[in-house]
């Protein structure tokens, strides 16, 4: 069995507080696509968020 996680995109974009509800919905539909999509602030600038699509 392949535990391997590729990563098929990552976006910088503005962070606004409800970005994540997008990023849940993303990962309770499509997570039998085995895709999975991640959400991180910026260790350098709070106000840009990091948006990551991975294929699993």
Known sequence: MNNKIETLS?????????????????NRTLKEDDLMFGLALDEEDDETAIFTIYRT
């Open 10 to 26: 990552t976006v910088r974009l503005a962070y606004t507080s409800e970005l994540y509800k997008i990023v849940d919905s993303l």
